[in-house]
C-alpha cells in the first residue's frame, strides 16, 4: 500500500482496514492474530482510543476470524496500559459475547472471565458488572446466556448491595422462558454456589436449584445434578438432608435416562459432597436402583462406579453394604443382556477383591471372574485380564494357577488378536508370580508360539515379552530356554518368521549382555545377512545399529563393520540406506 509522510501516524490502523476488508478470509485471519504486533506499533494511548473502537466497531466477520479475535482480547491488558484500563476491552467482548456462534462467545466469555480478575472491586462495579447486567437484560437469548458465566468472577470481589442485585439478576436467568438461557444458568449454579455466602446460598440459591431439577426440559434437569454436587459439597450434615437430598432423590427416579445417567456417571462426587452417614442411608439404595436401571446407558455408567464407591464406604460397613445390597446387583450384571454392561463390570469387579478379602472372592468373587473370562464379548475378557494382579494379591498363586490359569491358556489362544495381545502384555507379571518352574513347565511353549502368530501385533509384542521375562529370569534362563529356539528360527522357511528372530535378537541384546550376544546372537544376525529376501537383509543391518552398542569394540570392528559394509553394496536400495545408517555408528 502507498502512503505519503502525513499518514505514517494512521498507517497500521489503515493496513488492518484492508485488510479487514480483504475477501480472503485467511488474510483477514492473519491479521487478527497480529493484534498484539500492530497494538505494539501504535502504543498504549493509540490502541485505547483508535484500535480498540475500531475493532468494537468491526465485529460483522466469519467465525473463525471473531473466535480468533475473542482469544488475542483476551490476552490485551498490558497492551492498553496495565490494570487500571482493562476495563476498555470490555465493548469488544461484550459484542463478541452476542454473536449467534456458540463456540465465539464461550471463548468472549473465558476472556472476559480473564480480564475480570484484573479489574480491581471499583472497576468490577463501575465497568464489569453494568456489562453483566446489559447481557443478562438482552434481548436475544445469544446475549443472556454469556451472561451466566460471568456472575461467579464477579461476586466475590463487590459490595453487598451489588451482591444482592447480582443475585435477583441470577434468578431471573434460571427462570428465563428460553429453555437454552436455563440450560446456561444450570450449568454455572454450582460455580456461582461456591462464591455465594452459606446463608444466601440456602435463601437464594437453593430454591433455583430444586425448580432447576423440576425443569420441564431434560437437558436443564441433568445440569442441575452437576449443581448437587457444588451445593451439597458446601452445606453442613443436617443442611444437606433437608434441602438436597428431595431433590437428589427425584433425580435418581427421574423419567428420562439422561438425567439417570449423569448421576450415575457423577455418583462418587455426589458421594462425596453427601458424606459418609447420607451415603449409608440414601445413597447405597439409589446405587441399587442405578445397577438396576431399565436403560443399559444408565446400568453401565452406574457399574463404571461400583469399585470407587465401595472403597469410599465407611470402613465399617464396606463389608456388609457389598455382601448385602450390592453383590446380587453384581451377579446380575455380570450376565446382562448388554455388553457395554457386562464390559462396565469387567472393568471394576477385580477391584472388590481387596475390600471383600480372600474368603468371600474365592468363594463369591472367582465364579464370576471365571465366568466373564469366558464371555463371548472380547471386551470383557480383556477387561478381566486386565485386572488380573488385585486377584493375585487377594487370594494367592496357588488359587490363581488352579482356577484362572486354564482359563488364561485358552484365552491366549483366542481368535481375537486384541485378546491374545492383552495375555501378553500381562504375562510378564503373571510369570514373576508364578515362578520360573511353573512357567517352563505351563507357559514357555505359550510364550514361544506367539512369535509366529499371523498377526504382526502379536510377533512384536511377543517379542518385547521375551525380554522382560529375561529381565526377570536372568540370562542363565535365557540360555537354556529363549535363545536356542529363537536362533532355531532364523532358519525358518517362512521370511516373516526369520524377521522375528532378528526382532527377538534386537530386544535381547541389552538384556542378554556383551557376552551371550557376541557369542550366540552376532553369528545369528551376521548369518542372516545373506538371505535371498531384501526386507530380511534391511532388518539385519536395524538390528545391527541396536546391538552395535552392546557389543565390545573388538567385535563391531572386526566383525559388524565388515558386513555393514558389504550390506551397503547390495542391490537393493532399502538394504543400502539401513546399512548406511547403521555405518553411521562408527
Known sequence: MARDSADDSLYPIAVLIDELRNEDVQLRLNSIKKLSTIALALGVERTKSELIPFLTDTIYDEDEVLLALAEQLGNFTPLVGGKEHVHCLLPPLESLATVEETIVRDKAVESLRTIAEEHSPQDLEDHFVPMVKRLTGGDWFTSRTSACGLYACCYARVSAPVKAELRALFRNLCQDDTPMVRRAASSKLGEFAKVVEVDNLKTDLVPLFVNLAQDEQDSVRLLAVEACISIAGILQHEDKEQLVMPTLR?????????????????????????????????????????????????????????????????????????????????????????????????????????????????????????????????????????????????????????????????????????????????????????????????????????????????????????????????????????????????????????????????????????????????????????????????????????????????????????????????????????????????
Open 250 to 586: 427425584q433425580c435418581v427416579e427421574d423419567k428420562s435416562w439422561r438425567v439417570r445417567f449423569m448421576v450415575a456417571d457423577r455418583f462418587t462426587d455426589l458421594q462425596t459432597a453427601v458424606g459418609k452417614e447420607i451415603t449409608k442411608t440414601d445413597l447405597v439404595p439409589s446405587f441399587q436402583n442405578l445397577l438396576k436401571d431399565c436403560e443399559a446407558e444408565v446400568r453401565a455408567a452406574a457399574a463404571h462406579k461400583m469399585k470407587d464407591f465401595c472403597l469410599a464406604l465407611d470402613k465399617s460397613i464396606q463389608e456388609e453394604v457389598i455382601m448385602t445390597h450390592l453383590l446380587p446387583c453384581v451377579k446380575e450384571l455380570v450376565t446382562d443382556a448388554n455388553q457395554h454392561v457386562k464390559s462396565a463390570m469387567a472393568s471394576v469387579i477385580m477391584g472388590l477383591s481387596p475390600i471383600l478379602g480372600k474368603n468371600n472372592t474365592i468363594e463369591h468373587l472367582l465364579p464370576l471372574f471365571l465366568s466373564q473370562l469366558k464371555d463371548e464379548c472380547p471386551e470383557v475378557r480383556l477387561n478381566i485380564i486386565s485386572n488380573l494382579d488385585c486377584v493375585n494379591e487377594v487370594i494367592g498363586i496357588q488359587q490363581l494357577s488352579q482356577s484362572l490359569l486354564p482359563a488364561i491358556v485358552e484365552l491366549a489362544e483366542d481368535s481375537k488378536w486384541r485378546v491374545r495381545l492383552a495375555i501378553i502384555e500381562y504375562m510378564p507379571l503373571l510369570a514373576g508370580q508364578l515362578g520360573v518352574e511353573f512357567f517352563n513347565e505351563k507357559l514357555n511353549s505359550l510364550c514361544m508360539s506367539w512369535l509366529i502368530d499371523q498377526v504382526y501385533a502379536i510377533r512384536e509384542a511377543a517379542a518385547n515379552n521375551l525380554k522382560k521375562l529375561v529381565e526377570k529370569f536372568g540370562t542363565e534362563w535365557a540360555q537354556q530356554t529363549v535363545i536356542p529356539k529363537v536362533i532355531a528360527m532364523s532358519k525358518d522357511q517362512n521370511y516373516l518368521h526369520r524377521m522375528t528372530c532378528l526382532f527377538c535378537i534386537d530386544v535381547l541384546g541389552e538384556a542378554c549382555g556383551a557376552d551371550i550376544t557376541e557369542r550366540l546372537l552376532l553369528p545369528t544376525v551376521l548369518g542372516m545377512a545373506t538371505d535371498s529376501v531384501a526386507n530380511v537383509r534391511f532388518n539385519v543391518a536395524k538390528t545391527l545399529q541396536h546391538i552395535i552398542a552392546v557389543l565390545p569394540s573388538s567385535a563391531q570392528q572386526a566383525q559388524v563393520k565388515p558386513c555393514l559394509d558389504k550390506l551397503n553394496n547390495d542391490s537393493d536400495f532399502d538394504v543400502r540406506y539401513y546399512a548406511s545408517e547403521a555405518a553411521m555408528a562408527f
